[in-house]
């Protein structure tokens, strides 16, 4: 585990028979799903930080089924082949990073995710796999060594630039995916009056863009609980009408899935 380093101290954290351990004894378990919390109580700003695990378990379920299996190829075939290192930030229940994972099997894969519930149901699904790794963590403090790794992947989740750029290696890259000005406008415009189109993310300090994709497709839901997955894992649709609610749990959802994908490499 030489890329994990103390949420503490800092220092390097090393394998023991409990889970991981720095020099000044600061000791984190590993979960009996086999992740490991990294992130101490006073970085965590509410009880339950993060996603809901309803909102989590929606995202499960309508992920598990396809709907976005477009944009996991297209990642998978992103990433550079040479990877040693990548983590996932704001991994959610870990449907991308288990993808990136699968492509790279002699690569060390990191998920990384505030929201417990989340990482737990990853970690879960994927006990049995060796070199991937997921931690309870905030991406805005990530517990990983300076210049560790090759690839940073941040999929509809925050970050902070300054953290980023500091455990990138020289030369590495980081993939963002951001909304695409059509995505999901059939629901944006029953919610909104002027719907405003998506704004591409900036290219984050210390970065150069270095290429740009865009997966576009149509989505169409015929299944009940399937929608009712959807909307409980987009949080702008919580703000529908009930009636408007109803209308697109009981007839077929149709609309559109764009996604950006930004490709930056760190100087
Ligand atoms: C929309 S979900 C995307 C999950 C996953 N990347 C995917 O595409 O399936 C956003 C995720 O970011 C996580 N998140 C929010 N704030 C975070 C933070 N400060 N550090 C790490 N993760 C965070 C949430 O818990 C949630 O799982
Ligand atoms: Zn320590």
Same mark, same amino acid.
């Given at each position: 585990?030489?890329?994990?380093?103390?949420?503490?101290?800092?220092?390097?954290?090393?394998?023991?028979?409990?889970?991981?351990?720095? /020099?000044?004894?600061?000791?984190?378990?590993?979960?009996?799903?086999?992740?490991?919390?990294?992130?101490?109580?006073?970085?965590?700003?509410?009880?339950?930080?993060?996603?809901?695990?309803?909102?989590?378990?929606?995202?499960?379920?309508?992920?598990?089924?396809?709907?976005?299996?477009?944009?996991?190829?297209?990642?998978?075939?992103? /990433?550079?082949?040479?990877?040693?290192?990548? &983590?996932?930030?704001?991994?959610?229940?870990?449907?991308?990073?288990?993808?990136?994972?699968?492509?790279?099997?002699?690569?060390?894969?990191?998920?990384?995710?505030?929201?417990?519930?989340?990482?737990?149901?990853?970690?879960?699904?994927?006990?049995?796999?060796?070199?991937?790794?997921?931690? /309870?963590?905030?991406?805005?403090?990530?517990?990983?060594?300076?210049?560790?790794?090759?690839?940073?992947?941040?999929?509809?989740?925050?970050?902070?630039?300054?953290?980023?750029?500091?455990?990138?290696?020289?030369?590495?890259?980081?993939?963002? /995916?951001?909304?695409?000005?059509?995505?999901?406008?059939?629901?944006?415009?029953?919610?909104?009056?002027?719907?405003?189109?998506?704004?591409?993310?900036?290219?984050?300090?210390?970065?150069?863009?270095?290429?740009?994709?865009?997966?576009?497709?149509?989505?169409?839901?015929?299944?009940?609980?399937?929608?009712?997955?959807?909307?409980?894992?987009?949080?702008?649709?919580?703000?529908?009408?009930?009636?408007?609610?109803?209308?697109?749990?009981?007839?077929?959802?149709?609309?559109?899935?764009?996604?950006?994908?930004? &490709?930056?490499?760190?100087?």
């Amino acid at each position: 585990m030489k890329d994990l380093r103390c949420p503490l101290c800092h220092r390097p954290l090393l394998q023991n028979i409990q889970g991981l351990a720095c /020099v000044n004894r600061h000791q984190f378990d590993r979960a009996k799903e086999g992740y490991f919390n990294l992130l101490p109580v006073q970085n965590k700003h509410s009880l339950e930080p993060g996603d809901a695990k309803e909102q989590l378990q929606a995202r499960r379920q309508f992920l598990q089924a396809g709907f976005f299996e477009s944009l996991k190829l297209r990642l998978q075939e992103l /990433v550079p082949a040479t990877t040693e290192t990548l &983590v996932d930030i704001g991994c959610g229940e870990g449907y991308f990073t288990a993808g990136f994972s699968e492509v790279m099997p002699r690569a060390q894969v990191y998920g990384i995710d505030i929201a417990k519930a989340g990482v737990r149901l990853a970690a879960k699904t994927s006990k049995e796999r060796t070199g991937l790794t997921y931690c /309870v963590a905030s991406s805005f403090d990530l517990p990983l060594a300076d210049d560790s790794m090759d690839v940073v992947t941040r999929i509809y989740a925050p970050s902070k630039d300054s953290e980023l750029y500091r455990v990138i290696k020289p030369g590495g890259k980081l993939v963002i /995916v951001a909304p695409g000005e059509n995505h999901l406008l059939a629901l944006r415009s029953r919610i909104y009056k002027e719907v405003r189109p998506h704004s591409l993310p900036e290219t984050p300090a210390g970065f150069v863009r270095a290429e740009q994709h865009r997966v576009e497709e149509d989505l169409r839901v015929g299944e009940r609980d399937m929608r009712a997955s959807f909307l409980a894992m987009t949080p702008f649709a919580w703000k529908l009408a009930p009636e408007l609610r109803d209308s697109i749990l009981d007839g077929e959802l149709r609309d559109t899935l764009d996604f950006m994908i930004s &490709v930056y490499s760190k100087n």
